[in-house]
């Protein structure tokens, strides 16, 4: 098997460091933990204006000391945010909150603002508009969508001027995305990896203490290496300075095929109850 790189290239040559931080629930105001972050390392951040602490990251950007091109900053505007104008607004308010004059990457977060409107579609290609005009400025070097199924990617890929670049999109043992996942990579889309923990929703299983006891790593290593060796670009949150660094810590070990394939097939196991076309409701989880 190849090495996953410590960097993947997007489809228009931008690019990513292989590993971001997630920075959902890290912190909204104090930006403690994300200098903690940057001195472990960490040089690309996934933020959106929900999280309420783009202010935070851009103050520990800016007292990192070091330029601002070292750095790979995503955001993403809200559901309240899309349509042309108000995602045009939302971009200028999210680099002010940076403190920067551009963003590496620009997402819409969800696909539909509720689940009432029937029309997303017209929504998301006019909210798509706005991100296409930003990036052909040369105020965001890519831009991309969260959340998408095939089924909303499919009429923006038949109507956009510019492919996204990226799908974010939840992914980690248990919870894989297969068809979604394929559609994004036969179509040239990075996907990058929320929860790729599974948010401490894997804690215990066996599958991965046992791959981790043989790797002589921890499951959220191997989560996150899993991710890597899928493809998949992992955006782990942590408050610790060790677990940060462990999280960054994935190229020194690989898993084979026949551990990737039983990861892969591991029955539907932390998923976040979250998706796009549906309320939110209680898991029915097999571990
Ligand atoms: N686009 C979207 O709709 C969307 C949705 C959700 C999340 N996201 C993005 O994805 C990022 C990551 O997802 P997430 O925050 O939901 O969950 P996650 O990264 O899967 O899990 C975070 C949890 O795992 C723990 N953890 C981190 N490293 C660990 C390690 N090495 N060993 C054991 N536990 C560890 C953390 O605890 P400690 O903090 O105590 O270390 C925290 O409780 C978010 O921060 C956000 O940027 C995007």
Known sequence: MCSPAKQFVLSNGVSIPAVGFGTYKATERDSAVLSAAIAQGYRHF???????????????????????????????????E??????????DATLDRLGTDYLDLYLIHWPRPDLELEDWAALDLETWRALE????????????VSNFLPRHLEP?????????????????????????????????ILVE??????????????????????????????CLRFALQQGVLPLPKS???ERMAENLDLFSFSLTEDE???????????????????????AQEVT
């Not at 933020?47 to 955001?75: C, I, K, W």
């Not at 899309?82 to 971009?91: E, I, P, S, V, Y």
């Not at 974010?168 to 040239?188: M, R």
Request: glycine share 8%.
């Open 46 to 80: 996934d933020t959106a204006s929900f999280y309420g602490n783009e202010a935070a990251l851009g103050r520990a950007v800016a007292e990192s000391g070091l330029p601002r091109d070292d750095f790979f900053l995503t955001s993403k505007l809200w559901k309240t």
């Open 82 to 91: 899309m349509g042309c104008d108000a995602a045009l607004r939302a971009f």
């Open 133 to 144: 005009a930003l990036y052909q400025s040369g105020r965001v070097r890519a831009i991309g």
């Open 156 to 188: 923006l890929l038949a109507s956009a001027s510019v492919a996204p670049m990226v799908d974010q999109l939840e992914f980690h043992p248990g919870y894989i995305q297969e068809e979604a996942v394929a559609f994004c990579q036969a179509h040239g």
């Open 193 to 222: 990896a929320w929860s790729p923990l599974g948010r401490n929703r894997l804690a215990g299983h066996p599958l991965l203490s046992r791959l981790a006891e043989a790797h002589c790593v921890s499951p959220a290593q191997i």
């Open 239 to 241: 408050s610790s300075p």
């Open 260 to 282: 990737m394939a039983a990861l892969r097939a591991m029955p539907q196991a932390g998923w976040s109850e979250e998706h796009p076309d549906r309320p939110r409701v209680r």
